[in-house]
């Protein structure tokens, strides 16, 4: 189920409504789903890594080949952790804010990340256990400012943030009249 919007849709991921995907008009899939694509496509991850290897060597792999094996392992176990949410799970575990001096008052940027891994989601935060993913890279970097790719994951942040502003849409019974329109 989505709700169709001028510029993006906001497709529905689990059942009980804790998690959504923004699906951007120029895509055919929402943002969770090219994510988890991506991540699981050899191809997309080779030519990921040739080119930013050098950033690649704070983690200690020897080779573009180690990070592709990485890397659809750990977005496996992400995967499952993300789509297998039991109906007592706490989404607020999975995600935490984008920034520790963040300090907006609603829509809250977050990242959603294992330990000691380098696959990001990024979402917004509607309410406690509420989560609308805009996006996700992979961050070999300490900041997302370093490099062009997550450079556009902070801009898809601000973006669906402003959207939902823009609609309202600023706390969970915002969003669901919204969505029920």
Request: net charge negative; proline share 1%; glycine share 4%.
């Given at each position: 189920?989505?709700?169709?919007?001028?510029?993006?849709?906001i497709?529905?991921?689990?059942?009980?409504?804790?998690?959504?995907?923004?699906?951007?008009?120029?895509?055919?899939?929402?943002?969770?789903?090219?994510?988890?694509?991506d991540?699981?496509?050899p191809?997309v991850?080779?030519?990921f890594?040739?080119?930013?290897?050098?950033?690649?060597?704070y983690?200690?792999?020897?080779?573009?080949?180690?990070?592709?094996?990485?890397?659809?392992?750990e977005s496996?176990?992400?995967?499952?952790?993300?789509?297998?949410i039991e109906?007592?799970?706490?989404?607020?575990?999975?995600?935490?804010?984008?920034s520790h001096?963040?300090?907006?008052?609603?829509?809250?940027k977050?990242?959603?990340?294992?330990?000691?891994?380098?696959?990001?989601?990024?979402?917004?935060?509607?309410?406690?256990g509420?989560?609308?993913?805009?996006?996700?890279?992979?961050k070999?970097?300490?900041?997302?400012?370093?490099?062009?790719?997550?450079?556009?994951?902070?801009v898809?942040?601000?973006?669906?943030?402003?959207?939902?502003?823009?609609?309202?849409?600023?706390?969970e019974?915002?969003?669901?009249?919204?969505i029920?329109?």
């Open positions: 189920m989505y709700h169709k919007a001028s510029i993006m849709n497709n529905r991921i689990t059942e009980d409504g804790r998690l959504w995907a923004i699906q951007y008009p120029e895509q055919d899939s929402d943002e969770l789903t090219r994510l988890f694509n991540w699981n496509n191809l991850l080779y030519e890594f040739k080119e930013n290897w050098d950033d690649a060597a983690f200690k792999i020897s080779s573009i080949q180690e990070a592709i094996d990485i890397t659809i392992d496996e176990i992400l995967e499952k952790i993300v789509l297998d109906p007592d799970a706490d989404l607020d575990s999975i995600f935490q804010r984008l001096y963040q300090h907006e008052l609603f829509l809250e977050s990242k959603g990340k294992m330990n000691k891994s380098w696959l990001r989601l990024y979402a917004i935060k509607l309410t406690t509420i989560y609308i993913i805009t996006g996700g890279a992979i070999l970097t300490a900041t997302m400012e370093e490099r062009e790719h997550t450079r556009q994951e902070l898809k942040l601000e973006k669906v943030r402003n959207f939902l502003k823009d609609n309202g849409i600023v706390d019974d915002g969003f669901f009249d919204y029920n329109e």
